[in-house]
Each structure stands twice: as C-alpha cells, then as structure tokens.
C-alpha cells in the first residue's frame, strides 16, 4: 500500500465520501456533547470530521490496523486538535468496547468484509455498553438474495484481501431482532451514499444485563 488513504479504497472519494458520512450525522442528531464510537475509523476518513466537532473525551474508535491510524493522526488531523480533543484509540479486531453511556455508534464499511459471527458478535458487546436511545448506524452491502454463509469472510481490512459481504434487508434485520435490537432502514440513505450502500439505524431494546 503506497497512501494510507488506500486502506479505505476509492481515494478518490476520500474527501467527498467523509464529508457525506458527516453530515448524514447531524441530519440524525449528532451534537458536540454526544459520545460517539467510531467502529473501524480505518484512515479517518469520517473521523477527521467528527472529532473537531465533537466535545473534548468523546470521540471513542476501535481500528485493528495501528500502523494506518498512526499515519492518519500525522496527516489528518492538526496536533492541536488532538490535544484538545484527546481522541481515543483502541487497536484490536475482537469488538472489546471500553466504553460505555454512547449516544452514537458507527460502523462504516465495516460488515463488508465480516461474517454473520463477527456482526453478531459486534451486536452481542454493544448491547452491554448502550442506552436504549443509544443510535447505532451501520452500513452494509444489500442484495436482493441470500448469498452463502461461506462466502462470508472473515473481520479482515487488509486493503488486498477485501471481499464484499451481502445481507439482505430481511437478513439483517433478522440478525438484529436476534441480538435485542429494533432496526430501520435509512430510506434517504442513496442521498449520501453510492453504489449498494443501505444504512440501518439499530437501538437496543432492552438494556442485557
């Protein structure tokens, strides 16, 4: 990989594509004193944009690939904003939340290259930590048919082995009520997003004790 901007793929989207991502936040409520966990912040190309908004110690984000969040922090986002902001970085792939009392969770582009078991096993850890109010927007690949559990990939984000995952509406929502989630469809969400994109809004029902 020759750019760290690479990792997400498209770069050419990088810019635009962070942008919409933001701003589809504040169209669903993000304010500066929410505390918010970025799922998979990958080269910060969302990130860049949510933390200098955000209030000091709320921008939360789990990313397995150190070496990417390390280049992005160098060349994304001034120092003085890291000072003032104090972002925190946790760097493991098994969906280990440290945190807990979010407001707003995302995980964008993240269930693309995971299985069902890793997404459920993401479900599973967020119900623990989450508010009812809590609002959880994660993105997935749509079709239109069920595609084969075997072509489900493992929770991988090397920029080489990237192989998409496809759910379809019933599928996911099914996993979802599964895990104590009511879930929607985002209908607006072709407004900001290109290709097969549909973005589901998740709130726990029940807080799981």
Request: net charge negative.
């Amino acid at each position: 990989m020759n750019h760290y901007r690479e990792y997400v793929g498209y770069i050419e989207d990088f810019e635009e594509t962070g942008l919409q991502v933001f701003n589809f936040l504040l169209d669903h409520g993000l304010q500066p004193n929410h505390r918010f966990l970025d799922i998979g912040c990958g080269c910060l190309r969302i990130g860049r944009h949510i933390i200098p908004y955000l209030d000091k110690n709320n921008y939360h984000a789990i990313e397995p690939a150190k070496e990417i969040i390390d280049e992005a922090i160098k060349n994304e986002i001034l120092d003085e904003i890291i000072q003032e902001k104090n972002p925190v970085f946790t760097h493991q792939s098994n969906f280990s939340f440290g945190i807990d009392n979010l407001d707003f969770v995302l995980a964008y582009d993240v269930f693309y290259h995971c299985g069902k078991s890793q997404l459920e096993q993401c479900l599973r850890n967020l119900h623990l930590i989450c508010k009812p109010k809590t609002k959880i927007f994660i993105s997935v690949m749509w079709s239109n048919t069920i595609v084969e559990e075997s072509k489900k990939g493992p929770y991988q984000y090397k920029h080489s082995s990237h192989s998409n995952v496809w759910y379809t509406t019933d599928e996911f929502m099914g996993i979802a009520s599964k895990n104590g989630y009511k879930c929607m469809e985002i209908n607006e969400s072709d407004i900001y997003f290109f290709g097969c994109r549909i973005i589901y809004l998740l709130q726990p029902l029940v807080r799981m004790i």
